[in-house]
């Protein structure tokens, strides 16, 4: 039936923001039921075998997360019943928790490195930078392992002229650019010790390039995911997908991270505040810390918007946005964001590719919307179990 009106589209962890909502609620009801404190619960019931294919994860510290993430949250002082915290101004206190988890995949890449005489560094590997630092990423392993010249390092991604490209998205930039960076570095190093066969010339390797004449040296590499054949290559430079993951061939690979929220809901309107969140990830490996807690600040508000902010308002008569420009569709500002806390486990994969990284771009919203609800509930005594929550459902 043809209808006047655009397809759902994306937003940012699809399918696992909303199924988290749903799953972690239940889990929270649960913990209330059985008189057990929500945190208590969770890490009594780990798994270590993916359900679906029978295989072990790669690695899970979803535990660590939810330990290391009541320590600083302070989840020891709360008192476990609804309708229990008062602020001294009469606010409703409540405290919530949730677990989040994301498929970590890879993609496969095809990556040039050239460093010249003249000072210049080159670096081209597919990829896309939307501001979640793939940039920063590549430099800080390249800089890590060839002393190169900073300033005059260029990173080539998202140009089909420097390298094939895919599509970045699914939490695979870092996965698709990094092992394929320090497998660059490695295949570097090896030719300028072969090119210098034991000589050594003081200067950084510009400097040693041009002692030896060499106007320049390039090596290009290839990655695959584990399991993938040279098919998967042959895809990436046709243009076609070369995703794999996260279930492989004998392991499932995922990224997880738990959320703990203070909500604030005033007495007689009641407006929910969020003063303050702690978010702990296990995404493997941080390779650019600064950037990677950048993207878990950035997930947490984006499900604060969810959980209390965002709703498309659709004509029923004609099915048309009615809602379809900042003025009205409602996200969250500056002034709605407390203190948010990141920390990482930082323990690397040791299947998932060479370097132990996993995914953390979308993982970092999953599990927040519903920590906030769950917050909710036990400030008030009010299980909601729709988004968003609004002051009318609270009244």
């Given at each position: 039936?043809?209808?006047?009106?655009?397809?759902p589209g994306w937003m940012r962890a699809p399918h696992p923001q909303a199924a988290c909502f749903a799953f972690e609620s239940a889990v929270d009801e649960l913990a209330y039921k059985l008189g057990r404190d929500p945190?208590?619960?969770?890490?009594?019931?780990?798994?270590?075998?993916?359900?679906?294919?029978?295989?072990?994860?790669?690695?899970?510290?979803?535990?660590?997360?939810?330990?290391?993430?009541?320590?600083?949250?302070?989840?020891?002082?709360?008192?476990?019943?609804?309708?229990?915290?008062?602020?001294?101004?009469?606010?409703?206190?409540?405290?919530?928790?949730?677990?989040?988890?994301?498929?970590?995949?890879?993609?496969?890449?095809?990556?040039?490195?050239?460093?010249?005489?003249?000072?210049?560094?080159?670096?081209?590997?597919?990829?896309?930078?939307?501001?979640?630092g793939i940039r920063t990423a590549i430099a800080a392993v390249l800089l890590e392992g060839l002393d190169i010249d900073p300033d005059r390092l260029e990173i080539a991604i998202g140009d089909t002229t420097a390298a094939?490209?895919?599509m970045t998205a699914g939490s695979w930039g870092t996965a698709g650019v990094v092992p394929a960076a320090a497998k660059a570095v490695a295949r570097m190093r090896k030719a300028i010790a072969d090119l210098l066969a034991?000589?050594?010339?003081?200067?950084?390797?510009?400097?040693?390039?041009?002692?030896?004449?060499?106007?320049?040296?390039?090596?290009?590499?290839?990655?695959?995911?584990?399991?993938?054949?040279?098919?998967?290559?042959?895809?990436?430079?046709?243009?076609?997908?070369?995703?794999?993951?996260?279930?492989?061939?004998?392991?499932?690979?995922?990224?997880?991270?738990?959320?703990?929220?203070?909500?604030?809901?005033?007495?007689?309107?009641?407006?929910?505040?969020?003063?303050?969140?702690?978010?702990?990830?296990?995404?493997?490996?941080?390779?650019?810390?600064?950037?990677?807690?950048?993207?878990?600040?950035?997930?947490?508000?984006?499900?604060?918007?969810?959980?209390?902010?965002?709703?498309?308002?659709?004509?029923?008569?004609?099915?048309?946005?009615?809602?379809?420009?900042?003025?009205?569709?409602?996200?969250?500002?500056?002034?709605?964001?407390?203190?948010?806390?990141?920390?990482?486990?930082?323990?690397?994969?040791?299947?998932?590719?060479?370097?132990?990284?996993?995914?953390?771009?979308?993982?970092?919203?999953?599990?927040?919307?519903?920590?906030?609800?769950?917050?909710?509930?036990?400030?008030?005594?009010?299980?909601?179990?729709?988004?968003?929550?609004?002051?009318?459902?609270?009244?």
């Open positions: 039936m043809r209808l006047d009106r655009q397809h945190v208590a619960l969770r890490l009594a019931n780990d798994g270590r075998i993916d359900p679906r294919t029978g295989h072990p994860y790669s690695s899970r510290f979803l535990n660590e997360c939810l330990d290391e993430g009541a320590r600083r949250f302070g989840w020891s002082r709360p008192t476990p019943e609804p309708r229990s915290m008062t602020a001294s101004d009469g606010s409703l206190v409540g405290w919530g928790v949730a677990c989040g988890a994301y498929p970590s995949m890879m993609v496969a890449a095809v990556a040039t490195l050239r460093i010249g005489a003249d000072g210049r560094t080159r670096f081209a590997v597919p990829g896309h930078e939307m501001g979640q094939p490209q895919h034991g000589r050594r010339i003081a200067g950084n390797l510009h400097r040693q390039l041009a002692t030896v004449r060499r106007p320049f040296l390039q090596i290009e590499v290839s990655e695959l995911a584990p399991g993938q054949g040279p098919e998967a290559l042959q895809s990436l430079r046709q243009g076609g997908f070369a995703v794999a993951g996260p279930e492989y061939t004998n392991f499932t690979t995922m990224s997880y991270i738990a959320h703990f929220v203070e909500v604030r809901i005033e007495p007689n309107t009641p407006r929910i505040r969020v003063p303050r969140v702690v978010s702990i990830a296990d995404c493997g490996r941080v390779i650019s810390p600064r950037t990677a807690a950048s993207q878990v600040r950035g997930g947490v508000v984006w499900a604060f918007s969810a959980a209390l902010r965002e709703a498309t308002e659709i004509d029923p008569r004609c099915g048309g946005y009615l809602n379809n420009d900042l003025a009205d569709y409602v996200v969250a500002v500056n002034a709605d964001i407390g203190e948010i806390d990141v920390g990482f486990i930082d323990q690397p994969d040791p299947l998932a590719n060479s370097i132990g990284l996993k995914g953390l771009g979308e993982v970092a919203m999953v599990g927040a919307s519903p920590a906030i609800a769950n917050a909710i509930f036990h400030a008030t005594g009010r299980r909601l179990r729709h988004m968003p929550i609004r002051i009318e459902h609270l009244l």
